[in-house]
């Protein structure tokens, strides 16, 4: 039974930091690319990072240099340090575990920028 869950969102004011978690349990957790998503309310859900198997990350252009993902293979715990946060990264952010396609979903952290 393959179960991501998600923690570390909230409020913060603009200009402020983050750190979100993702706790993966029910499969072998190194071997899957692991990606953070969001969703803004009446837009379309994106891409915000992604790490490989082999440790290999991207970023979408408007994180890029605000946002840091990475993961502990001991801990099966995904993480997205965001800083400088903007309003415009108020979303529900979800993380994502799969091969060819991202298969396992969480059901997601509310983040508040203000």
């Known amino acids: 039974h393959v179960q991501l869950v998600e923690s570390g969102g909230g409020s913060v004011q603009a200009g402020g930091s983050l750190r979100l978690s993702c706790r993966a349990s029910?499969?072998?957790?190194?071997?899957?690319?692991m990606a953070w998503f969001r969703q803004a309310p009446g837009k379309e859900r994106e891409a915000v990072a992604t790490?490989?198997?082999?440790?290999?990350?991207s970023y979408a252009d408007s994180v890029s240099v605000r946002f840091t993902i990475s993961k502990d293979n001991a801990k099966n715990t995904l993480y997205l340090e965001m800083n400088s946060l903007k309003p415009e990264d108020t979303a529900m952010y979800y993380c994502?575990?799969?091969?060819?396609?991202?298969?396992?979903w969480g059901k997601g952290t509310q983040v508040t920028v203000s």
């Open positions: 994502a575990a799969g091969t060819v396609v991202f298969t396992y």
């Open positions: 029910g499969y072998t957790y190194s071997r899957y690319c």
């Open positions: 790490v490989k198997s082999d440790g290999a990350t």
